[in-house]
């Protein structure tokens, strides 16, 4: 965003937390995680154990329910109101928990969030 202000190009950045789609399900997760246990050495897997893999599993599902916002039209109205109006914002945060997470960036000045 500050490299293209030299060239007199405005961005503005659409700062999304995490929204659940389709094609990112609990299956999806569950799959690419025992990809990734399988790839360890046995000595790593017995130092674990099994119950943690179980246990860690039931965990990310758990945390996918709770945390993702099924509602991606908070994303496209950031995006459309970026794109049309006249006086577009410098940031945009879709979803309770982007807005949680960079609460204090939200009321410091772009200029003093661009720096940090």
């Known amino acids: 965003r500050i490299e293209m202000q030299h ?34 050495t046995p000595e790593i897997r017995d130092s674990y154990g099994e119950k943690y893999l179980v246990e860690y599993v039931e965990a990310q599902s758990s945390s996918v329910k709770r945390l993702c916002d099924y509602d991606i039209s908070n994303v496209i109205k950031c995006m459309e109101h970026a794109l049309i109006a006249k006086h577009p914002r410098t940031r945009y945060r879709a979803g309770w928990d982007a807005k949680f997470f960079w609460l204090f960036l939200s009321y410091a000045p772009s200029c003093l969030s661009d720096m940090l």
Do not use: M, P
Request: proline share 0%; net charge positive; aromatic share 18%.
């Open 7 to 40: 060239f007199g190009v405005k961005v503005s950045i659409v700062e999304h937390g995490f929204f659940k789609a389709e094609e990112v399900n609990s299956d999806i997760i569950k799959k690419y995680l025992f990809k990734l246990w399988n790839r360890l």
